[in-house]
């Protein structure tokens, strides 16, 4: 059962605290392994977009879904449901383990029909989620939220409104509205990708901007961002007591047009990142500058394989917590691509695994880096895969968990300490 909107930001919850537990399995976690998953859906229709969009769910998700993590088999037990109908569907929680924070990207706040970002308390005893504050994303269509490694600021990328947005984070975890907005400009990609796989019809994203990602480099110096329709990564200084932002020596990197970079993840050292680029099927090695900022493209691997023909549309790329692997998603061919890192960053095939399921939009390794969660879209379910650590190769575990409509996967150990405890009423500001 929902409860009414909250503030007209069209956030529906249950009644109370708007998370619904589920029994303790019958042998449930023990203390030192506690491990819970959040699971980001769609749980509403996206509307008004051009039918060239290539996401258009139906919304079969229930909001924010939570399980209890098996750390020895990788197995998932369901633990509860924030139900929300505005598709949360990117989550991150903070360093501390206590608030929780998603974009949610069906909603429409205000005349200009800008989406949402929401702030949860977490219940350590139970993971359970607790409504703090909602506010305006400063953009159509939230898409991504991360952390900046000060914890002071939430970073947004609006994929329809093709803008980003800084959100002060306070002390109690609240989120204020943007203290910075960055609307993407330029001269949009063409159709067709230049290396678009033979026969490909997988058009779409290049209508308009769109921020697809952001997220800073591990320092905290600088922020990245990607626009789809753009063929850009664009990096950003950002100022520490403002949150603006500037643009950096070097304000952008270009890739090859209409190929459409879709996300980005650095390797550990910081030396290195990688882009996976949704329409081109390709993943670019770059060289990253900690002192500029400064992207330098070096190499350009497929993430298909050798004669392939017809349309796909990437993913999730992922690069494995010692950084000796890279694993990159295809939709519509319905695979993890995996990659062994050689020398200088360098990518090399190794191989690649069916995701049990139809359109892999993410996936996301454990923090043990035993095992891989691909959350399947149109399939409607999480398949978990075991890791070979030597090999970097993924065995299906025989699981799979119905989802509706799965987006995001985070997780969290939590603390046997409770968290602090918010004494006044959530807020939710227009």
Known sequence: MS?????????????????????????????????????GTFSSPIKDTLPTQVDLPPGNGRGIHRFWVDRESGALTEAGVYEMGTSPSCLVVNQAGDRLYSANETDRVGPHGHGSISAFAIDASDGSLRLINTVPSAGAGPTYVSIHPSGKYLLVANYFGG????????????????????EDSGQLGPTRATNAPLGSKAFSGHDHTHAHMIQSDPSGKFVLHVDLGLDRIFVWRIEMTTGKLTPAATPFVALPPGDGPRHFHFHPDGQWLYSIQEEGSTVVLFDFSSETGELSPRQTVSTLPPGFAGSNFCSEILVSHDGRFVYAGNR???????????????????????????????????????????????????????????????EFTGQFVPVGNPSHIVFLKLASSTPQVLTDNPVNEN
């Open 163 to 182: 803008s980003i947005a800084v959100l002060p984070i306070e002390q109690d975890g609240r989120l204020g509205h943007a203290v910075d907005v960055k």
């Open 332 to 394: 519509l061919y319905d695979s993890i691509a995996i990659f062994s890192v050689g020398p200088k960053g360098r990518l090399e095939r190794v191989g690649e695994v069916w995701t049990r399921g139809d359109y892999p939009r993410s996936f996301t390794l454990d923090p043990s880096g035993r095992y891989l969660y691909c959350g399947n879209q149109r399939a409607d379910n999480l398949a978990v895969f075991k890791v070979d650590r030597a090999s970097g190769g993924l």
């Open 3 to 39: 409860g009414p909107d909250i503030s007209g930001l069209g956030i529906s919850v249950r009644a109370g605290e708007g998370d619904s537990p589920q029994p303790h399995p019958s042998q449930g976690p023990t203390e030192d392994s506690r491990l819970m998953a959040y699971v």
